[in-house]
């Protein structure tokens, strides 16, 4: 599998997923800048998390508008799959690759914590190693993580089973006390229309190993590799 991660001012997992892509690969990404205008020949392309351009704008507005945005979207919209983690998935939803918005936390509070996910959608590119209904646990650090989308959007995010992650109890029950941000319907990450594109709040690139102290994260990475390796 022959995967790119993009690289802007202020992101801070770049390195974290291009250690989490070559272990379930063999083989390291190429690390693209930001200020790039066209992508190398790739299976997979990554948006890491971090803080682009330092949020000081909306969180992923201002990477949104990047150069290397437009061919990222071109490939998307080609059927090339595409990682959003964190920062990432905001920038997805700037750029008009998801729909919906990133806002504050509802606490108003930086949050950096374990989170327990329940796997939605076990059907895609991203998710097949893992179970429907399988809780997981994932770290999250982020600041604006809070999901929100217009009615219809959300009724066409639910009813066409776009929904890949909600945020849930330890033993599954999805509900307030388990929401760490105030996101709609509980919702940790989505998929596009096509399928090829996912976006969460949450790490999985943080836990993909005993040695970081839990490898949930690992499946999602291990899914891509062994279904693109040969693409």
Not at 146 to 160: G, I, K, M, V
Request: aromatic share 6%.
């Amino acid at each position: 599998m022959k995967s790119c991660v993009i690289v802007f001012p202020g992101s801070n997992c770049d390195r974290d997923v291009a250690v989490a892509l070559e272990a379930s690969s063999g083989n390291a990404p190429q690390m693209v800048w930001h200020g790039n205008t066209e992508l190398p020949r790739c299976d997979l392309i990554v948006l890491p998390g971090g803080f682009s351009h330092g949020d000081y704008l909306r969180s992923g507005a201002m990477a949104a508008r990047a150069p290397i945005m437009r061919a990222v979207v071109a490939r998307a919209n080609a059927g090339t799959p595409v990682l959003g983690l964190c920062n990432g998935f905001q920038i997805m939803t700037e750029a008009g690759l998801l729909p919906g918005a990133l806002m504050r936390n509802a606490g108003l509070k930086f949050i950096c914590r374990d989170v327990f996910l329940k796997v939605e959608n076990n059907g895609t590119l991203f998710t097949r190693r893992y179970q429907n209904g399988q809780i997981i646990r994932i770290p999250i650090s982020h600041h604006d993580g809070n999901y929100f989308a217009d009615p219809t959007t959300l009724d066409r995010l639910e009813s066409n089973n776009r929904v890949a992650f909600r945020y849930c109890t330890s033993d599954g029950v999805v509900n307030a006390a388990a929401n760490p941000n105030g996101s709609l319907n509980n919702i940790a990450g989505i998929l596009n229309e096509a399928g090829n594109v996912l976006g969460m709040m949450p790490h999985p690139e943080r836990l993909i190993a005993p040695e970081l102290g839990g490898s949930d994260g690992r499946a999602m990475f291990d899914a891509l590799a062994e279904q693109l390796q040969c693409a």
